[in-house]
């Protein structure tokens, strides 16, 4: 009787630990694409230049508000805010603004970079937890990564 019901809780058990596991890439389950709305986007690359972070300042980032169509976000020196046009792969963003803080001079450069991207860009793709943004002429012009707050 208690190999039986020994049995039963491994089976169970096992079943359990199953259905709670998830799929990934590494596992070869199915990799869940990342909305682009509404995610903190983590800048990674814009270009060939990778993102710094400094010290005194925020990372790059973007966050696309969904409910009003505008942008906020960090050039990893000044705070950034704009409004976004999206329809379907196409995206647009207008109105661009940031503060006007001096930073040191790589992380100027790579201020200056971003903004210029986001003027250029055209499309979008989200593959997991990577956005590239890309400009009319199909090249990638900056790389982000998810980053969950909580």
């Known amino acids: 009787m208690k190999q039986t019901y020994s049995c039963a809780a491994l089976l169970v058990g096992t079943l359990a630990l199953t259905g709670c596991a998830g799929h990934d890439a590494t596992s070869g389950g199915d990799t869940v694409n990342e909305p682009l709305e509404n995610t903190y986007w983590k800048l990674v690359t814009v270009g060939e230049r990778k993102a710094v972070v400094i010290e005194e300042a925020r990372e790059a980032h973007l966050v696309l508000h969904a409910e009003e169509a505008r942008l906020a976000g960090s050039t990893g020196c000044n705070r ?15 109105r661009l603004a ?17 903004l210029d991207a986001l003027d250029d860009i055209a ?19 900056a790389r982000f990564e998810a980053v969950h707050l909580y």
């Open 123 to 141: 499309s979008w793709q989200v593959e997991g937890e990577t956005l590239t943004l890309v400009d009319g002429e199909g090249d990638a012009r």
């Open 80 to 94: 950034m805010m704009g409004e976004y046009e999206r329809d379907g792969d196409r995206l647009r963003f207008d």
């Open 98 to 114: 940031t503060t006007m803080m001096a930073c040191p001079g790589e992380v100027m450069a790579l201020e200056r970079e971003f």
